[in-house]
Nanobody
Framework: LQFVESGGGLVQAGGSLRLSCAASGRTISRVAMGWFRQAPGTEREFVAGITWTGTTYYADSVKGRFTISRDNAKNMMYLQMSSLEPEDSADYYC?????????????????WGQGTQVTVSS
C-alpha cells in the first residue's frame, strides 16, 4: 500500500485547505487511516483518524476545524482544514494500519505517505 498526499500549500490564517491522500497497491476498504503532522523541531503528532467503517476521531487542537473523510471506492482519504492557524503549519502525512489503535497511538504504523507541506501565514 502506497500513498501520495497532495493539496498542501501556503494559506493565510483563517483560510482553508483540503488535503488528499491517494492510495495504490491495494484497497483501503479494510484498513484504518489517519492524518499526522510534524512541524520543524517537533515530534510527529496525531491529527485525525478514521476507521474503515467511517468513525472519526480528532486531536483536541483541530476538533471543530478539521474534517477527515474517506472514499473507499476511489481509494482516497481527505482532510478538510478550515479556520487555519499559524500553529497548524507542518508537514502532513497520511497513514494506514490494520489496527485503529495503532493509528490513535501513532506507533508501529504499517504504511506512511511522503507528506505534503502546509504553511499558514499570520
Amino acid at each position: 500500500l502506497q500513498f501520495v498526499e497532495s493539496g498542501g500549500g501556503l494559506v493565510q490564517a483563517g483560510g482553508s485547505l483540503r488535503l488528499s491522500c491517494a492510495a495504490s497497491g491495494r484497497t483501503i476498504s479494510r484498513v484504518a487511516m489517519g492524518w499526522f503532522r510534524q512541524a520543524p523541531g517537533t515530534e510527529r503528532e496525531f491529527v485525525a483518524g478514521i476507521t474503515w467503517t467511517g468513525t472519526t476521531y480528532y486531536a483536541d487542537s483541530v476538533k471543530g476545524r478539521f474534517t477527515i473523510s474517506r472514499d473507499n471506492a476511489k481509494n482516497m482519504m481527505y482532510l478538510q482544514m478550515s479556520s487555519l492557524e499559524p500553529e497548524d503549519s507542518a508537514d502532513y502525512y497520511c497513514a494506514a494500519d490494520t489496527s485503529f489503535g495503532q493509528i490513535m497511538m501513532g506507533r508501529k504504523i504499517d504504511y506512511w505517505g511522503q507528506g505534503t507541506q502546509v504553511t499558514v501565514s499570520s
